[in-house]
């Protein structure tokens, strides 16, 4: 299966811990994004990348969340001193870079727990 | 502000029926629309898409219908089955120049296919 694949599928941490998650595009895909989902709510943007670049951020990313694409493959977001407000699932996407009108395929998420 | 709206939170219709999935949108720039799937605990599923420059796009079961002066567009499933039976997401992309790629998510609504 070449689709979207996160890691881990669930994690559950204390608060003010700090937790990384990983999305593996799919292959040759040069954008990735990243989204976060609430109960009840849709996904919600949080960032994006073409290739390493990081080209928009949602005001969404505080502080204590960063991203990262290093060699335009796998992406990681970090959350820096969990709050309980951060529980959700996280999202990763990718779609191909190559025209306006495109597809993002989702992986099936990482849902995180902060205690 | 919510810029695209799914008002009806749930839907149940008999196997074999028709599904009618509303969608209405406050952002004019919005000029690709999609929908997605979504089971628990997964990820969304990609279904079916649209550019602004058609009004109707079919795909096997489905079909999308996009109104642009009245902002709307519905996702017809015909004949439903029980295996359809998830939560379904609007999405549009477009918008402000430099955030032509992020998706906006609708509230989605959960469908249920009865037997």
């Known amino acids: 299966d070449t689709g979207v694949s996160q890691d881990p599928r669930h994690k559950i941490t204390k608060r003010g811990q700090n937790v990384t998650f990983r999305c593996d595009p799919i292959?040759?895909?040069?954008?990735l994004y990243w989204y976060r989902q609430t109960l009840g709510q849709g996904p919600e943007f949080l960032t994006y990348?073409?290739?390493?670049?990081?080209?928009?951020k949602s005001r969404l990313l505080s502080d204590r969340f960063s991203a990262e694409r290093p060699k335009g493959s796998f992406s990681t977001l970090e959350i820096q001193r969990t709050e309980q407000g951060d529980s959700a699932m996280y999202l990763c996407?990718?779609?191909?870079?190559?025209?306006?009108?495109?597809?993002?395929?989702f992986g099936p998420g990482t849902r995180l727990l902060v205690l | 502000d919510q810029q695209v709206k799914q008002n009806s939170p749930s839907l149940s219709v008999q196997e074999g029926r028709i599904s009618i999935l509303n969608c209405d949108y406050t952002?004019?720039?919005?000029?690709?629309f999609l929908w997605y799937k979504k089971y628990p605990a997964e990820g969304p599923t990609f279904l079916i898409s649209?550019?602004?420059?058609?009004d109707k796009n079919e795909d096997g079961r489905f079909t999308v219908f996009l109104n642009k002066s009245a902002k709307h567009l519905s996702l017809h499933i015909v004949p439903s089955q029980p295996g359809d039976s998830a939560v379904y997401f609007c999405?549009?992309?477009?918008?402000?120049?430099?955030?032509?790629?992020?998706?906006?998510f609708g509230k989605g609504t959960l469908l249920t296919v009865n037997p």
């Open positions: 990348f073409q290739n390493e670049a990081q080209l928009e």
């Open positions: 952002n004019s720039m919005f000029d690709y």
């Open positions: 292959s040759e895909h040069n954008r």
């Open positions: 999405a549009a992309s477009g918008g402000n120049l430099g955030s032509n790629y992020k998706l906006t």
């Open positions: 996407a990718s779609s191909t870079g190559t025209s306006s009108y495109e597809t993002q395929y």
């Open positions: 649209i550019s602004s420059i058609k």
